[in-house]
């Protein structure tokens, strides 16, 4: 609780929990968004969400799939879309092959 009440006092508002509904405005209107780790992982949609908002991530520097996320690529869902009709795709050609080696 020091922690937080350090933080506030510097002028950092800190929140436990806030409802997704108000999660994307709240993200957007911020400088940075701190994304704490620990030992059971998670955070990595954070990154994900923060970023596509364009605000400025923060994660400790010995969490490396934190920061890779915060630093790789940021993809879309166009592109995801994309990936995934070009595996259906590769499935059907496939299917076809050797549906062609049967006859």
Do not use: F
Not at 23 to 36: K, R, T
């Amino acid at each position: 609780r020091r922690a937080i009440d350090t933080l506030a006092a510097s002028g950092v508002e800190v929140r436990e929990a806030v409802a997704w509904s108000d999660m994307m405005a709240l993200v957007a209107s911020s400088s940075n968004v701190l994304v704490p780790d620990d030992w059971r992982g998670g955070g990595e949609r954070a990154v994900l969400e923060a970023r596509a908002c364009s605000v400025t991530v923060l994660v400790a520097e010995d969490n490396p799939k934190l920061q890779s996320l915060r630093e790789g690529p940021l993809y879309t869902t166009l592109y995801y879309a994309g990936q995934l009709e070009l595996g259906l795709l590769e499935v059907e050609a496939a299917l076809l092959r050797h549906r062609e080696g049967d006859t």
